[in-house]
T-cell receptor, first 111, second 117 residues
Framework: SQQGEEDPQALSIQEGENATMNCSYK?????LQWYRQNSGRGLVHLIL?????REKHSGRLRVTLDTSKKSSSLLITASRAADTASYFC???????????FGKGITLSVRP | NAGVTQTPKFQVLKTGQSMTLQCAQD?????MYWYRQDPGMGLRLIYY???????DKGEVPNGYNVSRLNKREFSLRLESAAPSQTSVYFC????????????????FGPGTRLTVL
């Protein structure tokens, strides 16, 4: 069963605009992570936020976590055509760093 | 430093055939994972190995077996392939015991695209 559910399923924006993607989950987590997947490639880790953190930044990425609402958002500022990819949220709920992935969001950034 | 490597990249099998997907990592990670990715389903965990010598079932283990050959290598075996196992298979590794910023991050291989006819 999917722990994380991303929203929207697909997002199309113009280069230079900001992209906001949301993730909701069902049970308590240790941390929440966002991954990116370019077409035909493996997943690449973007950012991790722990359950006791509310906001983190990494370059053009900003992630927030609201544990009371069991939700997270990923903001990509000043998007570029190269940001076109699928984005997945993943939650870690127990030991062994096992992750449960959502179904992903397809982001298209038009030049 | 190659990270996580997987072989083969592509494979076509007939129903009932067997094959082993190979995965190796050179990051000295303790934990390794096998996922399958199907359209519209995200990634689902098949098996994982928390450390050398241990393996455990994930969400969708039926039809698969794994071997943690040593700390570097974690193989996935399909004993009798079925069309429902047509998928893209990803191996990943992590080292949750090291602590620090990279703990709990998983590093993925490029995937094996398997078609079962």
């Amino acid at each position: 069963s999917q722990q994380g559910e991303e929203d929207p399923q697909a997002l199309s924006i113009q280069e230079g605009e900001n992209a906001t993607m949301n993730c909701s989950y069902k049970t308590s987590i240790n941390n929440l992570q966002w991954y990116r997947q370019n077409s035909g490639r493996g997943l690449v880790h973007l950012i991790l936020i722990r359950s006791n953190e509310r906001e983190k930044h990494s370059g053009r990425l900003r992630v927030t976590l609201d544990t009371s609402k069991k939700s997270s958002s990923l903001l990509i500022t000043a998007s570029r055509a190269a940001d076109t990819a699928s984005y997945f949220c993943a939650t870690e709920t127990g030991a062994n760093s096992k992750l449960t992935f959502g179904k992903g969001i397809t982001l298209s950034v038009r030049p | 430093n190659a990270g996580v490597t997987q072989t083969p990249k592509f494979q076509v099998l007939k129903t009932g055939q067997s094959m082993t997907l190979q995965c190796a990592q050179d990051m000295n990670h303790n934990s390794m994972y096998w996922y399958r990715q199907d359209p519209g389903m995200g990634l689902r965990l098949i098996y994982y190995s928390a450390s050398e010598g241990t393996t455990d079932k994930g969400e969708v283990p039926n039809g698969y077996n794994v071997s943690r050959l040593n700390k570097r290598e974690f193989s996935l075996r399909l004993e009798s392939a079925a069309p429902s196992q047509t998928s893209v298979y990803f191996c990943a590794s992590s080292d949750p015991w090291t602590g620090g910023l990279s703990a709990d991050t998983q590093y993925f291989g490029p995937g094996t695209r398997l078609t079962v006819l």
